[in-house]
């Protein structure tokens, strides 16, 4: 159980494009999503909290226009990043806790998606 | 805002030999602890948690971790490193921010295995 699927795996795109990055809880309803970036052999950066219904809370540093984060449902989130740049170029991973229940914050992670900007 | 701390980004170990990483937390609640693992070009798989209950938590492969409140570490073992626990372990604690509860992550240990 607690699945979270991620798509695409990979994606090429031009530079200036916009891209999209769809962040789905198979067998569960996640009212929260968090948003990660992942530079090569580092940590995970989070970007932004993702709340069902409501907009998206961002952490400091992180550009609200050119990463958009929608939560229309309770088992999908998108992130768009806008008008890529090369330097967006990364491994982006999304999560989902669980809801309802005892929370202890453990998080359901999505496979990732390595976006390359050319 | 609760921490955890890794120290040493790399560590080698020869097959066969025990696993130690390290992980030391700073938090001002009794914690929920994580050790999470990455396999290349992947998300994060979840290898055990720490919540309140068992001190000695033991997790997916082997492996397990003590919670131990006086030294606030959270260690992670292994008894004999296989080849296929080549991978990137990250600890973490819960932590609340505007209302938010998230995890908090370590640097990250990049875990080499010897033949």
């Known amino acids: 159980g607690a699945v979270v699927s991620q798509h695409p795996s990979w994606v090429i795109c031009k530079s200036g494009t916009s891209v999209k990055i769809e962040c789905r809880s198979l067998d569960f309803q996640a009212t929260t999503m968090f948003w990660y970036r992942q530079f090569p052999k580092q940590s995970l950066m989070l970007m932004a909290t993702s709340n069902e219904g409501s907009k998206a809370t961002y952490e400091q540093g992180v550009e609200k226009d050119k990463f958009l984060i929608n939560h229309a449902s309770l088992t999908l989130s998108t992130l768009t990043v806008t008008s890529a740049h090369p330097e967006d170029s990364s491994f982006y991973i999304c999560?989902?806790?669980?809801?309802?229940?005892?929370?202890?914050?453990?998080?359901?992670f999505g496979e990732g998606s390595r976006l390359t900007v050319l | 805002a609760q921490s955890v701390t890794q120290l040493g980004s790399h560590v080698s170990v020869s097959e066969g030999a025990l696993v130690l990483l390290r992980c030391n937390y700073s938090s001002s609640v009794p914690p929920y602890l994580f050790w999470y693992v990455q396999y290349p070009n992947q998300g994060l798989q979840l290898l055990l948690k720490?919540?309140?209950?068992?001190?000695l938590v033991k997790g997916i492969n082997d492996f397990e971790a003590e919670f131990k409140k006086s030294e606030t570490s959270f260690h992670l073992t292994k008894p004999s490193a296989h080849m296929s626990d080549a991978a990137e372990y990250f600890c973490?604690?819960?932590?609340?921010?505007?209302?938010?509860?998230?995890?908090?992550f370590g640097k990250g240990n990049q875990v080499v295995v010897i033949p």
């Open positions: 973490a604690v819960s932590d609340t921010k505007d209302g938010n509860n998230r995890l908090a």
């Open positions: 999560s989902a806790r669980l809801a309802g229940g005892w929370d202890t914050g453990e998080l359901f």
């Open positions: 720490y919540t309140s209950a068992a001190t």
